[in-house]
């Protein structure tokens, strides 16, 4: 099939390379003409394990790049639009970037094609994006679908090319068939379903997920004020089917650039329906005690922050991953930097994504040198890397034994051995 990606981003990048790998003809588009540039050298423009491999096999072969819409919508039979819905002024997801690129196709449409909403869009987007099409394609054929991503950064390719499910939402046989033959090498169920549940069904995941986030960092909390251990608490639940060990890990919150923005937007969708999701806002709220309560924790632990040197292991949301957006590593930082603490951070891939967002950043070239002449040592970040450290050296550098294990990730008795007062999350 012949297929355009509109926003070659965390998600239009790698959508657009797996399904070249498929065979499928792919045009990938960016507004940004620097990013079209570099992945026309070849070059990855994010980190994501897999991405490099596909690019190089695929570019020039099935796959390009090109700042030009009208170029692409008109070579493909399949639109996916994959921009950012970033968060609002009132919290509601910002559309102005799906009504540009829907602008754009509508100025292109030459035959039959599908538009395919890929972005997380609130309840209304598919109406909406054929609204904007028909209103500047008059007379043309084509029909608007959801089929949300539920791709996780860090793991996207595998994610990508292995879903749990495959959420199409549309009233059209004739582009639910389509979707179903370009889906079909995935060998995911295909849930098809109306545009609006289709919609929902991407918000209520996140925010279930966003959830039991919350839920676990409240429970551990409880846990410290208790004597119970909240990983061992968590691996008991867990063995309940009902409920099951993904996603009840506790840490200094959630982040990212999809659970914040979904959650709020989700609240913001209730608002205007006229329910108030007063559950969504607990989560949010927990979530942001969490952050406080993490810095809150160095600062205990240094008895006072002022004058302190704090090594910050990690910065992406999550291992595996460049993205900083919304990570709580950044916030916690602030929290410490304002509160008169020097930070001395290290990430294996996010540092250069970090200081763009953390004007000031100091920065280290590893995690050692990070660590040299520390207080404290703080994980914010459970990268591999971390794990693997040689701690007896680590145990030299630093100035001061504390360690903050805010991913519980690291291995208490032995970190105890070693001569550190460890200190993890709800242990
Ligand atoms: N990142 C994730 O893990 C993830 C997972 C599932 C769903 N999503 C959703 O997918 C969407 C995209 O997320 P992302 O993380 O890939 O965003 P991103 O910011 O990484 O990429 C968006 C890209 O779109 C480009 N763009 C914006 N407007 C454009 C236009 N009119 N024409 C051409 N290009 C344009 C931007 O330059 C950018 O490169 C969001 O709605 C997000 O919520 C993201």
């Known amino acids: 099939m012949r297929i355009a990606v509109i926003g070659t981003g965390y998600v239009g990048l790698v959508t657009g390379a797996c399904f070249a790998d498929h065979g499928h003809t792919v045009i990938g588009v960016d507004r940004e003409r620097e990013k079209i540039q570099r992945l026309n050298r070849g070059e990855v423009t994010i980190y994501e394990v897999g991405l490099p491999d596909l690019l190089a096999r695929n570019l020039g072969r099935t796959l390009s790049f090109t700042t030009d819409t009208d170029e692409a919508v008109s070579a493909s039979e399949i639109v996916f639009i994959t921009v950012g819905t970033p968060q609002g002024e009132e919290g509601e997801a910002d559309m102005s970037y799906v009504v540009e690129a829907a602008s754009g196709i509508a100025a292109a449409i030459n ?28 007379g043309e054929e084509f029909d608007v679908i959801s089929n949300p991503e539920f791709l996780r950064e860090g793991t996207a390719v595998r994610d990508f090319m292995n879903p749990d499910r495959i959420v199409i939402g ?8 389509i979707m179903a033959e370009l889906y079909r090498p995935l060998n995911a169920p295909l849930f098809i379903t109306d545009p609006a549940s289709a919609e929902m069904i991407k918000y209520a995941s996140n925010a279930f997920l966003a959830t039991k986030v919350s839920f676990i960092n409240a429970i551990a909390n409880i846990c410290e004020a208790t004597g119970a251990d909240v990983k061992e608490v968590a691996m008991g ?29 989700l609240i913001e969708i209730a608002r205007n329906s006229g329910y108030h999701f007063h559950l969504l806002e607990g989560v949010m709220q927990v979530n942001q005690e969490q952050i406080k309560l993490t810095a809150g924790k160095v600062e205990r632990r240094l008895g006072g922050l002022e004058g302190r040197q704090v090594a910050a292991w990690g910065l992406a949301f999550k291992p595996n991953t460049d993205d900083v957006r919304d990570s709580p590593a950044l916030e916690i930082i602030s929290l410490l930097s304002a509160g008169g603490a020097r930070v001395l951070a290290y990430d294996p891939q996010a540092m250069e994504n970090a200081r763009a967002s953390l004007p000031g950043l100091e920065c280290a070239g ?35 034994c504390d360690v903050l294990d805010a991913r519980n990730c690291l291995d208490p008795l032995a970190l105890r051995r070693l001569g550190f007062n460890y200190e993890g999350i709800g242990r």
Request: glycine share 12%; charged share 25%.
């Open 170 to 177: 549309t009233g059209s046989q004739k582009a639910a068939g």
């Open 111 to 138: 035959a039959y094609k599908i538009i395919v909403n890929k972005s997380t869009m609130p309840v209304g987007s598919t109406r909406l994006v054929d609204r904007v099409i028909r209103e500047k394609a008059e």
């Open 237 to 265: 639940m867990g063995y309940d089917h009902r409920i099951g060990f993904e996603f009840l890990r506790s840490g200094p919150g959630f982040g990212g650039s999809c659970f914040p923005k979904d959650c709020q937007a």
């Open 366 to 400: 590893s995690a050692l040198e990070a660590a040299t002449g520390a207080d404290i040592l703080l994980i914010l970040t459970d990268w591999d890397e971390f794990k693997m450290q040689d701690f007896r050296k680590v145990a030299e550098a630093m100035k001061g």
